[in-house]
């Protein structure tokens, strides 16, 4: 009747020569694909809605970085409209963790081997007695300590080694809520890191379409959320991803072909705009050297894609080195909650000649 499961999040495959996705077409239909477990067809739930994670003040002291980055991991699945879920901290100072302890642990574990970024341990319930009795029961997050953590932002050009934390800490935390993996489309539950990695210029870690689906599904409430953002990832393979292609040079008065991906946030469909441009910094703005349209771009609920998309390169650009990049909603037609993440640059410069 009471279970345990694990999962162990992998480093992933470090190489990107996996299969492009040069999809033309936005209209691509749409299944949820979030995977949670069931009970008599019941999503195993947080009872409650809520649960509270003991930070261990050994592993992450109160107020360090680490500190700082779980907390704004909890912050963004709580953040998600359309769930009621809710993450509270608390602290542990025993400097042990047991995962039959009632007491959600979070902590830096020394007894992981090297291929493990972190595990996450969920005890749980289904039995029938008068009914079907089910819920979560314990969830305790391990962090290998014996590989190295980055926590700034991420570096495009590194994806391996050292592994950014709060981006371990996001997926994780996905599973301490109660979802599973998903390796069918781009999400944060994905099993390998990045794990679809950030959004927008800034590098947001925030669960992305599929996931925010995901956790509506099991604490569904009826609050709403608009938001499209932009990604310089996309899928690979069956839970992988790594950067969306782009050429690192091209000619004036040429075509060039770039990809890039956009994850619909929102608690319905959208339909938007995307403006390309080129320019000579990695922030991309409406200022910058405009190349082109897609009018009418949309995502379903959930959804989170990468298209490719050809440009010409105007030969009145002097010589240089430049930045491709796209802005989902130029115009802002749409007002959402986060406007930050419109604003996406490829993941490499462009040096043109
Ligand atoms: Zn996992």
Redesign the pocket.
């Known amino acids: 009747m009471y279970r345990q499961a694990i ?3 992998l480093s992933g495959l470090s190489d990107a020569r996996l299969v492009l996705l040069a999809t033309l077409c936005f209209a691509t239909p749409f299944a949820g694909a979030y995977t949670y477990r069931t009970c008599d067809g019941n999503a195993i739930k947080w009872n409650g809605n809520q649960t509270t994670m003991y930070i261990s003040t050994t592993s992450f002291p109160a107020g360090s970085t680490w500190d700082s980055r779980l907390q704004n991991a909890m912050w963004h699945w709580n953040n998600v409209k359309g769930s009621r879920f809710l993450y509270y901290v608390n602290r542990d100072t025993d400097g042990s963790h047991n995962d039959n302890n009632g007491r959600n642990e979070v902590y830096l574990d020394n007894s992981l081997g090297g291929g493990v970024l972190a595990v ?1 341990v969920t005890r749980y319930h289904c039995y029938w007695l008068f009914g079907y009795q089910y819920g979560i029961d314990e969830t305790d997050i391990g962090f290998n300590n014996n590989i190295s953590w980055n926590l700034g932002s991420l570096n495009y050009s590194n994806l391996g080694s050292p592994y950014s934390f709060e981006s371990v800490a996001l ?2 935390l996905g ?1 301490a809520l109660g979802l599973l ?1 998903e390796n069918r489309w781009m999400a944060t ?1 994905n ?1 390998y890191y990045p794990n679809s990695g950030p959004l927008g210029h800034y590098k947001e870690w925030d669960p992305l379409a599929d996931d925010r689906l995901g956790s509506r599904v099991i604490y569904p409430d009826s609050t709403t959320e608009t938001d499209i953002a932009g990604s310089a990832f996309k899928r690979t393979g069956t839970g992988t991803s790594g950067l969306v292609s782009s050429p690192t040079y091209a000619y004036r008065g040429t075509n060039v072909t770039i990809q890039f991906t956009f994850s619909n946030q929102s608690t319905a469909t959208k339909s938007f705009d995307i403006s390309f441009y080129l320019s000579t910094n990695d922030y991309i703005s409406t200022g910058d050297t405009y190349l082109g349209s897609n009018y009418g771009a949309w995502g379903s609920e959930g959804f989170t894609g990468t298209f490719s998309r050809t440009l010409y390169i105007p030969t009145t650009v002097a010589p240089g080195t430049y930045w491709l990049g796209f802005i989902v909603d130029p115009n802002n037609a749409i007002s959402e909650a986060v406007e930050s993440n419109n604003y996406m640059e490829m993941p490499r410069s462009i040096t043109i000649y």
Request: glycine residues 0%.
């Open positions: 999962h162990k999040l996450t997926h994780e599973h993996h539950m099993s």
